[in-house]
């Protein structure tokens, strides 16, 4: 058995969403300096690094992220590679998948070299996932799709692909790092923080390859 941590690692060098506040992460309290003990303050959004979006990000008055289904955050899970060429995920592009699909797909492109050379600015020519791209996921029965960047959708259009997934109930599984892992077939375990109300929340995740 062989486990892959997709997981980002938190820390003020982990890029983040244009515009929103960089990561800070400080030990307030230092036994070096007099303290009973170590302690951190970590400031951040809950899109950090590799989170999953619940559905009331995109639709107002939908669930928070303590409410999604611990059934489809784990088990069976396929990676699947795209061509580098891909600057755009369509329907087109997803037909040569085949059929049918697992209920967890994870979608690797070019964006796992951006992880892979440590880049710590926001890269906005991203591959995302276009409308038709997502309408085709859905209407397969994909229950959980994985990106390995932090958005599911292409970057100034994130609405109609979040709105897509979000109101068919699909779990979004961005900030992935793919880099080290081959496409095939998985065990995932994605565990969000359970914060009540969220729109979302950072994620510990790791594929198992049995």
């Not at 990676?79 to 995920?89: A, G």
């Not at 710590?120 to 085709?136: H, L, M």
């Amino acid at each position: 058995m062989k486990i892959y941590d997709i997981s980002l690692t938190i820390s003020k060098d982990l890029p983040v969403w244009q515009g929103d506040e960089r990561i800070s992460l400080e030990r307030v309290k230092k036994i070096e300096e007099g303290a009973n003990s170590n302690v951190s303050v970590l400031k951040c959004g809950v899109h950090v690094g590799t989170h999953v979006d619940a559905p009331v990000h995109f639709v107002p008055g939908e669930k928070g992220i303590e409410h999604l289904s611990l059934e489809v955050l784990i088990g069976p899970a396929r990676v699947v590679q795209l061509p580098e060429t891909c600057d755009l995920i369509t329907a087109e592009v997803l037909e040569p998948l085949g059929v049918p699909l697992p209920e967890r797909v994870l979608l690797k492109t070019r964006n796992s070299e951006f992880w892979r050379k440590g880049l710590t600015e926001f890269q906005p020519d991203y591959v995302g996932i276009s409308p038709d791209g997502a309408q085709y996921l859905v209407d397969k029965g994909v229950r959980l799709v994985g990106v390995d960047y932090l958005s599911v959708a292409p970057f100034k259009k994130t609405r109609p692909t979040h709105e897509i997934f979000l109101k068919a109930g699909v779990i979004l599984l961005e900030g992935a790092n793919l880099c080290e892992v081959v496409p095939g077939d998985y065990q995932l375990i994605c565990l969000p923080i359970k914060l009540g109300g969220s729109d979302g929340a950072p994620a510990r995740a790791v594929l198992i390859s049995e």
